[in-house]
């Protein structure tokens, strides 16, 4: 899978890189068959004026035929974070493939 990194108000070090490839690369076996056409990812912190210390964000841009899957987490730590987004990425993937079966059901019927 081709995966866009783009890091925001952060330096991204080699091992965040590969800790998000490895995490969105787990995705793969829910895809399946399923041609991705785009995956954007973006971690960053946010700049504000909160008080309780950093807070990072990560989100998920994936581009499938038809539709695209947006999930966007935010969490103190930016690990946590990347894994939140991976789970609700993994989630809504397979709600997308039950609705590309359910319509290809439907068409069969009639």
Do not use: W
């Not at 700049?47 to 990560?58: D, E, F, T, W």
């Not at 998920?60 to 894994?83: H, Q, S």
């Not at 359910?102 to 019927?109: F, G, L, P, T, V």
């Amino acid at each position: 899978m081709q995966i866009n990194i783009k890091a925001t108000n952060l330096e991204l070090a080699p091992k965040m890189k590969e800790y998000i490839h490895l995490k969105l690369d787990m995705l793969e076996k829910y895809l399946g068959s399923i041609r991705i056409l785009n995956c954007d990812v973006e971690v960053g912190m946010t700049v504000g004026k909160q008080r309780s210390g950093k807070i990072y964000r990560a989100e998920v841009n994936l581009e499938l035929p038809g539709e695209l899957l947006r999930v966007e987490k935010t969490e103190k730590d930016l690990f946590k974070a990347i894994d939140k987004v991976k789970d609700h990425l993994a989630r809504a993937i397979k709600r997308y493939k039950e609705r590309i079966f359910n319509r290809k059901r439907q068409a069969r019927e009639f």
